[in-house]
């Protein structure tokens, strides 16, 4: 989602809606509401704060200047001028997705829609209107016909497409399958990119999803703006943006890649032959996107941004990246002991919002990673802080990120303790994690010398969690040796930067399908061979030994080698898919059944099946049915005879 600076989320949410906000009524009416109702002055409030958490959570992603359009040729395409006639496509422009599924489903006073909020909230004149593409997610070419026709027509000046995820993409109770936005609405992209660049019209996109998508014709637009989830006034602020009535301020609190393999999980672990350099057993399950069961955990402190700034790999849109309507210089960047400060200018002509944002870099070069180097093996920057501030066109302030006892510390694997490096540290202000705008050298003086790693001496060393130094809670030491679990980090930082990164395990099996698995010895020939920083076992399965347990959903069964539970599941996506074309839109509560692993019914049948009948249910999967269904209608009947001995010892004390 996008962020409020990095501090906050986009707003609301609901189900129903009336489309247009009722008159705002005698204030001393206000009091003769019925109980549990909300008066209409109130709804009236509470919506406009959902507006403006929205507006400020927003990200404008791209808003490259057009050759078109008369006087604005050669501006930015986005605001839009009061007036412009717009095309508006794409289902969700009528039919706005603005909150997830779930328990995070809640009812909203009312929704507004983009279709009526442009003229109303946008001062934007509605030229015309085109679905594009089915909420179902089913394709049809006749939709992207009728929405290119309306786009290229003589009365239009601006195109804007609502595209995203719908409820079958993401949804609680499922895991994504894909980056991939739906196939129907690539296909409405594709052609209005091509038909808007024929006709030299202005395309831009308004994107509505939880999560990063890949967007393969980012490039073909002129504007992008990542509405994310807005909550139930989502549209207003959407319309409000898009003409410039409030300046966009949000930013990614997540990297957007390139492509689906681009992450740390995405190169394939091809095993090289069973006892050579490089061999894995669970190899195939240690890549992302995985056909298998299972996607290990390898990627230590490569998380998030700290992999693809390490790796130094080119990302759609890097963390903490958002543009605004206006511009910003930095300046004058002092760093002083207790966190840093520097002069901010707004250089542009409207008032705006900027997010500067705090990265460090330790000593020891700019990643720290050599496996050679005794210093701490880290990673190539990390985010310490930011601030968001807002100015006036020509104002100029003077901004102070502190630091504090998580600036500069690590995990030290030797102590088993957080300690913090002493020596020159890099301190950068950006405006995000790819754009470097004011940099300084800071000499820390730490807990440890800068020759400690994970072998030196740290006799006579402060503990970050000793008596004398700010409290930190201390955390346990991972298992097994910490010179060796150093040096595996080292050298799967190295084989990052060196693109050569690899799995490399002793897998040793435990029976019924569970493996343990424990890091090789560090390869030190050329390329670098990073192991597996393993902290538990895990459980890669081919599809042929595959054994399912309570955690896995009902739609997995369709791999079953039972035909009892492959019928199972092949029935729960039948009557998912049958629900989706019956309503014209998924159906949340079909997809949840068929995502829903066995134990999620002890939790949701009332109390009637337990755990332990649960549990049985997985028998079936596995190849036998008969114990599977009678273990679990004994479970069934031994915990109803359960409840009624609960409830009678209850009634005799009076209690219901």
Not at 348 to 373: I, M, N, W
Request: charged residues 20%; proline residues 9%.
């Amino acid at each position: 989602m996008p962020l409020i600076g990095f501090a906050g989320a986009a707003s609301g949410a609901g189900a129903a809606a009336s489309p247009n906000p009722p008159a705002s009524p005698d204030p001393a009416a206000a009091h003769e509401a019925p109980a549990g109702v909300l008066p209409p002055d109130m709804i009236d409030a509470h919506h406009r704060v959902a507006r403006d958490v929205a507006e400020q959570s927003m990200v404008l992603l791209r808003n490259k200047p057009i050759a078109s359009m008369g006087a604005r040729a050669g501006k930015p395409v986005l605001p839009l001028p009061a007036g412009t006639r717009v095309a508006l496509v794409g289902d969700m422009a009528a039919r706005p997705r603005f909150q997830g599924s779930g328990s995070s489903k809640v009812n909203a006073t009312r929704v507004d829609a983009l279709i009526g909020a442009l003229a109303a909230e946008g001062g934007l004149a509605l030229a015309g209107y085109a679905p594009g593409y089915r909420h179902d997610g089913t394709p049809s070419r006749e939709l992207v016909d009728r929405a290119v026709a309306v786009a290229v027509r003589g009365d239009v000046d601006a195109v804007v497409a609502c595209v995203g995820l719908d409820e079958r993409s993401e949804a609680e109770g499922l895991d994504r399958s894909t980056l991939a936005m739906p196939a129907p609405q690539l296909d409405l992209m594709a052609a209005l990119a091509k038909a808007c660049g024929k006709a030299d019209k202005p395309l831009i996109a308004v994107l509505t999803a939880g999560s990063p998508v890949l967007l393969p014709w980012a490039d073909d637009c002129d504007a992008i703006l990542y509405a994310g989830l807005g909550g139930q006034a989502g549209a207003s602020a959407v319309a409000r943006i898009l003409s410039g009535k409030t300046n966009p301020s949000g930013r990614l609190a997540e990297t957007w890649p390139l492509g689906e393999c681009d992450g740390v999980y995405g190169e394939p672990n091809v095993p090289e032959g069973p006892g050579k350099p490089g061999a894995s057993a669970v190899a195939p399950a240690s890549a992302y996107p995985c056909p298998d069961r299972d996607v290990v955990y390898r990627e230590g402190s490569l998380v998030g941004y700290r992999y693809w700034t390490t790796a130094g790999l080119p990302v759609r849109f890097p963390f903490g990246h958002g543009l605004t309507y206006t511009r910003f210089d930095y300046a004058d960047l002092e760093v002083g002991q207790t966190g840093v400060s520097f002069t901010l200018t707004n250089v542009g002509d409207r008032p705006g919002a900027e997010v500067a944002q705090l990265y460090v870099t330790g000593p020891c070069g700019s990643a720290g990673g050599d496996p050679a180097s005794d210093g701490p093996a880290r990673v190539a920057l990390e985010l310490k802080g930011f601030a968001k501030v807002r100015l006036d066109p020509g104002e100029s302030t003077r901004v102070t990120i502190p630091f504090d006892r998580y600036t500069f510390r690590h995990w030290d694997e030797a102590s088993g303790s957080w300690q913090v490096e002493s020596g020159p540290w890099r301190v950068t202000i950006g405006s995000d994690c790819l754009t470097p705008r004011l940099s300084a050298t800071h000499m820390v003086r730490g807990t440890m010398g800068a020759r400690l790693g994970g072998s030196g001496d740290l006799s006579g060393q402060g503990d970050l969690d000793s008596p004398g130094i700010p409290a930190v809670l201390g955390v346990p030491g991972m298992a097994g040796d910490p010179a060796a679990a150093d040096a595996d980090h080292r050298c799967r930082l190295a084989a990052v930067r060196a693109e050569t990164a690899r799995a490399l395990a002793d897998v040793a099996s435990m029976g019924d399908g569970i493996v343990s698995v424990a890091p090789a010895p560090i390869v030190s020939t050329a390329p670098v061979v990073s192991t597996m920083p393993i902290v538990s076992a895990v459980t890669p399965q081919s599809a042929k030994s595959r054994v399912f347990d309570a955690n896995d959903p009902f739609s997995s069964w369709n791999g079953s080698r039972d035909p009892i539970a492959r019928w199972w599941a092949h029935r729960l996506a039948r009557d998912e898919r049958r629900a989706r074309e019956r309503r014209g839109e998924p159906d949340l509560d079909a997809l949840f059944r068929l995502n829903m692993p066995p134990r999620a019914l002890a939790k949701l049948s009332g109390g009637r099946v337990d755990a332990r009948a649960a549990r049985s249910l997985a028998r079936i999967p596995n190849g036998h049915p008969v114990l599977g269904l009678i273990g679990f209608a004994v479970g069934v009947l031994r915990n109803q005879a359960a409840n009624r001995r609960t409830a009678a010892l209850l009634g005799r004390f009076g209690l219901k």
